[in-house]
């Protein structure tokens, strides 16, 4: 975790700022036992779909965002959250902008 968010209360929404055209991240934690990061998604921007060996958990704190996993499509807003099982195969893209916190847990 960097020095500066360390015991300090952040609004998460300003921790990232949106860029055209593009994904931007800002990791927040890293363990051995997993990591936190924010992104920040433009419109129509996204992650083509891919596996990962371990849990994660995506909570949307800005827009909307399509999170397909296993072939099933969700759409989430502001304040929902989904858990990306391992090993299965997911895909995120920006129906409007938004921004997530991917927590991924490594045990």
């Known amino acids: 975790m960097s020095d500066e968010l ?18 931007v991240s800002r990791e927040i934690i890293r363990k051995e036992t997993g990591t936190v990061t924010i992104f920040a998604f433009d419109k129509g921007e996204g992650l083509s779909e891919h596996t990962a060996p371990f849990d994660a958990m995506v909570q949307i704190i800005d827009g909307k965002a399509e999170i397909t996993i296993s072939g099933k499509k969700n759409t989430l807003h502001r304040g929902d959250m989904i858990i990306m099982p391992a090993d299965e195969p997911h895909a995120l893209h920006a129906l409007e902008r938004y921004k997530m916190i991917l927590t991924m847990i490594r045990s």
Do not use: H
Request: hydrophobic share 45%.
């Open 6 to 23: 360390k015991s300090v209360v952040i609004n998460v929404e300003d921790l990232l700022d949106y860029q055209e055209g593009a994904v």
